[in-house]
């Protein structure tokens, strides 16, 4: 489904066709896609990006669309011979690593995200990030009538909105119904995604 017939659906459910609500239902749609980022991590959602580590920076923007971490990697430049995943410190582990502390480990690249930026240490020039992420999901308007959430999992967005709009009519008893359907859904994805993941013989080791 798109932009306008998950708007249409949600109205038609909702009953409602007042300037309030109409007018609100963008806003509304940003606030279920909120709720969706926080919640899904899926492989569909998996994107791949490679930073360049350079000399005296250990700060690093993180992509625009991001939702969440899943793999972090450090390689040589232009070699795949040698790579190991980062370990996570904390932002106090990583101002004591940043100073010589105990946690200091020349065998051991630390990360951590600090306003919105990664933070590495120790920082060797001209090696390569590779981070795998979780994209957060294009926003749905009328200029953006679809994404991928929309086209697979209309519902959620059905229901999803129609919490809100019975959340800004105050209806309690219909937001609780309409958000039990939308957690359901929510976790069915992620069941399914995690079903998906994990099928297949298990690796063998020859």
Not at 18 to 37: C, H, K, P, Q, Y
Not at 129 to 137: D, K, M
Request: glycine share 4%; aromatic share 10%; proline share 4%.
């Amino acid at each position: 489904m798109d932009y306008k017939q998950i708007t249409d659906t949600i109205l038609a459910y909702s009953d409602r066709k007042d300037a309030g609500v109409i007018n609100n239902l963008d806003n509304f749609l940003t606030v279920v896609e909120s709720r969706i980022n926080r919640k899904l991590k899926t492989q569909k959602q998996a994107m791949r990006t490679r930073m360049l580590v350079k000399e005296g920076e250990a700060y690093y923007g993180l992509p625009s669309d991001f939702a969440g971490l899943r793999d972090i990697e450090i390689k040589d430049d232009n070699t795949t011979t040698f790579h190991k995943t980062m370990e996570y410190a904390t932002p106090a582990q990583m101002n004591d690593l940043s100073g010589g502390g105990r946690y200091d480990d020349i065998e051991t690249t630390y990360y951590t995200i600090v306003a919105n930026q990664l933070q590495i240490y120790p920082v060797n020039p001209n090696s390569v990030l590779e981070i795998v992420y979780y994209q957060a999901i294009a926003p749905l308007t009328s200029d953006t009538p679809s994404n991928w959430v929309a086209t697979a999992f209309p519902d959620i967005y059905i229901f999803g909105g129609m919490v809100e709009i019975s959340a800004f009519i105050k209806d309690a008893e219909a937001a609780m119904l309409w958000d039990k359907r939308f957690v359901e859904v929510i976790r069915e994805i992620i069941d399914d995604d995690k079903d998906t993941r994990w099928s297949g013989p298990p690796m063998r080791i020859r």
